[in-house]
């Protein structure tokens, strides 16, 4: 999350590893445009939701069709609905003022009318809501978690954001309270807390099978104890003992009879995939939920051969057997308030974070995406306003709607 975010980055360029490149790897530069896109009065928006369901390397719908997610990040909790900008749009535990500020997020962003055709979010159970109120503690610290508040919270706050997800044609994907620590065990204190956290959702009638609803199984692992008993995240011992960590999860929902599509994330803050495919989850209704941002694999991904080359080694090995949904991205130069920062727009083939993040995700022809935050779309998260960064091109917001009314064209209603 962005208050503890600054203490990771110089972890980050430690951490990731680093590979060599063959000139064959540059991104070609993007095709003209295919087809004018339909002008409103042609397109239907919002499109309504339709049970989803994993079908080899894709998403599919009740009628067959491929769907591809294109959205945003939701976290009810007052810093992160204003707070960070120096705008309290609520506080003190207002139930009906986040509802009501979260809610008109969402409206603006699914409105359509030659302006944003999102069709899902990332809704994240905030600790503001399930711990026991105090002085701040990281988001990765579980000592107060409260099992009761988290049970209010569920039924006061997620599940009519999720309702009103599904009225405005938004798939969600659920995430839990809070973010991994810097190390996770299997049957560890942070295991077992999840364990519980799913139980509970899975059981719960209006969440479980809900056509919309999918499940991330936990926010940014870094390093696991792997199988050979030493902590770490990019080793065959590292992806086995995620496999041990994330499997009980799936098959305890599973035997709650919840059939959601379930989201399973990698090590290294979502980064480190290539090893599952040697011992993949054991399930069919499932994908992998990667970050990415210009930093990440210690590298500048900027540089269209650097990105490629950082995408097949990393993220190719699971998009070629499964879906992918990064469930956070966004980049803007220096001056914005992003945390992509030094990431630009820029050109596919040519240096640029954003456009050769679309060309890699579009070839693979799987990836659904969704940004970090409200602020990276509407001005200061306000939903009542223009486009963030003041429409800076080389910023995520503007090439981001244009893309994502792209998407929306190419999209089928299952009626």
């Known amino acids: 999350m962005l208050q503890f975010r600054p203490i990771y980055i110089g972890l980050l360029i430690i951490f990731f590893s680093c590979n060599t490149i063959d000139p064959e790897d540059i991104i070609e530069d993007e095709k003209s445009e295919q087809n004018e896109i339909p002008s409103d009065d042609a397109m239907t928006w919002p499109i309504p939701t339709s049970a989803l369901k994993v079908q080899g390397r894709d998403l599919i719908d009740e009628c067959g069709n491929k769907v591809l997610l294109h959205g945003v990040a939701i976290t009810p909790s007052p810093w992160f609905n ?28 699914s409105k359509g009318e030659d302006e944003w055709y999102l069709n899902m979010i990332r809704l994240h159970i905030d600790p503001y809501w399930t711990n026991v109120p105090g002085e701040p503690i990281s988001e990765s610290d579980i000592s107060r978690f409260s099992f009761q508040r988290f049970v209010t919270a569920i039924e006061e706050v997620i599940i009519p954001l999720i309702d009103h997800a599904e009225s405005r044609g938004m798939y969600v994907i659920l995430r839990p309270p809070g973010v991994c620590p810097d190390r996770i065990a299997v049957d560890d204190e942070y295991h077992q807390y999840l364990l ?9 009638p209006r969440l479980k099978n809900r056509k919309h609803l999918m499940f991330e199984l936990a926010n940014e692992p870094i390093h696991i104890l792997g199988t050979d008993g030493v902590y770490g995240s990019d080793t065959q011992a590292h992806f086995d003992a995620l496999k041990l960590f994330f499997q009980p999860m799936v098959d305890m929902i599973r035997s709650n009879g919840a059939n959601n599509v379930l989201w399973v994330p990698g090590s290294g803050y979502q980064s480190h995939y290539r090893g599952f495919p040697n011992n993949p989850i054991e399930d069919d209704n499932y994908g992998y939920a990667v970050h990415i941002y210009p930093g990440y694999w210690g590298q500048d991904n900027n540089d269209p051969m650097t990105f490629r080359r950082n995408w097949n080694t990393h993220i190719k090995p699971v998009a070629d057997i499964a879906p992918i949904a990064i469930t956070e991205i966004d980049w803007g130069p220096e001056q914005y308030g992003v945390w992509g920062k030094g990431g630009i727009t820029g050109t596919a083939g040519a240096y640029g974070f954003g456009a050769n993040f679309k060309a890699l995700a579009d070839e693979s022809g ?13 001005d200061r998260g306000n939903p009542n306003a223009g486009l963030a960064y003041g429409g800076d091109p080389d910023a995520c917001a503007y090439p981001s709607q244009k893309w994502f009314k792209e998407y929306a064209s190419e999209k089928i209603a299952c009626n």
């Open 196 to 204: 519980r956290i799913w139980d509970h959702i899975s059981q719960q």
């Open 366 to 378: 799987n990836v659904s995406w969704n940004l970090l935050m409200p602020e990276n779309l509407i």
């Open 82 to 109: 204003g707070g960070h900008v120096g705008e309290w749009r609520w506080n003190n535990y207002d139930v009906g003022a986040c509802l009501d500020y979260n809610r008109a997020v969402m409206n603006t962003l």
